[in-house]
């Protein structure tokens, strides 16, 4: 039975983590906020962390890529894409319509409250449907829910699961608020000991790496891009961050579809580091595609 931290329960980190292991493999510990997530694994408390990383709508999660490169040195050991669904939720029988009891008004709703991601996932609805509403942001969606629940009579509604809904006995209000239907977030399992999964779906491997270019060196980046393309490794992201050692100092996120063992990988790796750059793996690891079998931890 392995510890598990992640965000507070019925948030979307839950649901995604119970896709992945089934409710009965893991010992789930919740935390409040993600920097308590990650000081979990860091700290002993758990062995694993759940973390999401990207969105399809809002792309990188810019808070949780700086705590794994600046605050903590946790590998990733799986990574997974789970459909992110979004939900108007609140008490029904506060905003049913006076004329019609079957329809939601939504007139009557004076606050939305959500995480910032998952709020801009739902902003072309929001604005369609209750342009008066206060919106505000809280550390969680599950979070957003239980204020909800704690404020009734008030107008208060939530963004967020469905699985919040249940788990604090509130309204599904409307279904599938999100502005696109193709919304996925990435998460990442990070922890000190490789986790083994019987593998009961296909898996891509990827690594990720962090380069960072040496100063006052022109044409590096095509360089450090050069020694992938001439090998053939495909990058599926690179994305430029700051160190936060200086103004336009930056380094470059890239994943690699690769495993860190090819002979391919590592002599790009070595080609890199030649040209003068700094290389850090966060992670080699198997990555999963959304699909409706679950996975298990191989005993």
Same mark, same amino acid.
Request: hydrophobic share 40%.
């Given at each position: #039975?392995?510890?598990?931290?992640?965000?507070?329960?019925?948030?979307?980190?839950?649901?995604?983590? !119970? /896709? =992945?292991?089934?409710?009965?493999?893991?010992?789930?510990?919740?935390?409040?906020?993600?920097?308590?997530?990650?000081? +979990?694994?860091?700290?002993?408390?758990?062995?694993?962390?759940?973390?999401?990383?990207?969105?399809?709508?809002?792309?990188?999660?810019?808070?949780?890529?700086?705590?794994?490169?600046?605050?903590?040195?946790?590998?990733?050991?799986?990574?997974?894409?789970?459909?992110?669904?979004?939900?108007?939720?609140?008490?029904?029988?506060?905003?049913?319509?006076?004329?019609?009891?079957? &329809?939601?008004?939504?007139? *009557?709703?004076? %606050?939305?409250?959500? /995480?910032?991601?998952?709020?801009?996932?739902? #902003?072309?609805? !929001?604005? +369609?449907?209750?342009?008066?509403?206060?919106?505000?942001?809280?550390?969680?969606?599950?979070?957003?829910?239980?204020?909800?629940? &704690?404020?009734?009579?008030?107008?208060?509604?939530?963004?967020?699961?469905?699985?919040?809904? %249940?788990?604090?006995?509130?309204?599904?209000?409307?279904?599938?608020?999100?502005?696109?239907?193709?919304?996925?977030?990435?998460?990442?399992?990070?922890?000190?000991?490789?986790?083994?999964?019987?593998?009961?779906?296909?898996?891509?491997?990827?690594?990720?790496?962090?380069?960072?270019?040496?100063?006052?060196?022109?044409?590096? $980046? /095509?360089?450090?891009?050069?020694?992938?393309?001439?090998? *053939?490794?495909?990058?599926?992201?690179?994305?430029?961050?700051?160190?936060?050692?200086? !103004?336009?100092?930056?380094?470059?996120?890239?994943?690699? $579809?690769?495993?860190?063992?090819?002979?391919? =990988? &590592?002599?790009?790796?070595?080609?890199?580091?030649?040209?003068?750059?700094?290389?850090?793996?966060?992670?080699?690891?198997?990555?999963?595609?959304?699909?409706?079998?679950?996975?298990?931890?191989?005993?």
């Amino acid at each position: #039975m392995k510890v598990i931290a992640l965000l507070p329960e019925g948030s979307v980190s839950h649901e995604a983590v !119970l /896709h =992945l292991f089934g409710e009965e493999q893991v010992q789930l510990h919740h935390c409040k906020q993600i920097s308590d997530v990650f000081l +979990a694994t860091a700290n002993g408390v758990s062995q694993y962390s759940v973390i999401p990383i990207e969105n399809t709508i809002e792309g990188s999660v810019s808070l949780h890529m700086d705590w794994l490169v600046h605050e903590v040195d946790i590998p990733m050991q799986v990574e997974w894409v789970y459909p992110s669904i979004q939900n108007l939720i609140g008490d029904r029988k506060e905003f049913v319509s006076d004329s019609d009891a079957s &329809q939601i008004d939504y007139a *009557k709703v004076t %606050k939305v409250l959500s /995480h910032p991601v998952a709020m801009a996932q739902c #902003m072309q609805f !929001l604005k +369609a449907n209750m342009p008066q509403a206060e919106l505000e942001h809280v550390a969680s969606t599950s979070e957003a829910v239980k204020l909800v629940k &704690q404020r009734p009579g008030e107008g208060w509604t939530a963004i967020g699961t469905a699985l919040g809904a %249940k788990t604090h006995g509130l309204d599904i209000l409307a279904d599938r608020v999100t502005d696109h239907d193709n919304n996925y977030t990435r998460f990442v399992l990070i922890g000190q000991e490789p986790l083994q999964l019987k593998r009961s779906e296909a898996a891509q491997d990827k690594t990720s790496i962090l380069v960072t270019l040496p100063e006052d060196f022109p044409g590096a $980046l /095509h360089q450090v891009l050069s020694a992938f393309a001439w090998r *053939k490794l495909n990058l599926s992201r690179i994305e430029s961050r700051p160190t936060k050692k200086r !103004l336009g100092s930056y380094y470059f996120y890239m994943d690699v $579809l690769s495993s860190l063992d090819t002979v391919l =990988l &590592q002599s790009a790796i070595g080609e890199i580091e030649a040209l003068g750059c700094q290389v850090r793996i966060l992670g080699s690891y198997p990555s999963y595609s959304v699909k409706n079998h679950k996975l298990e931890v191989r005993k």
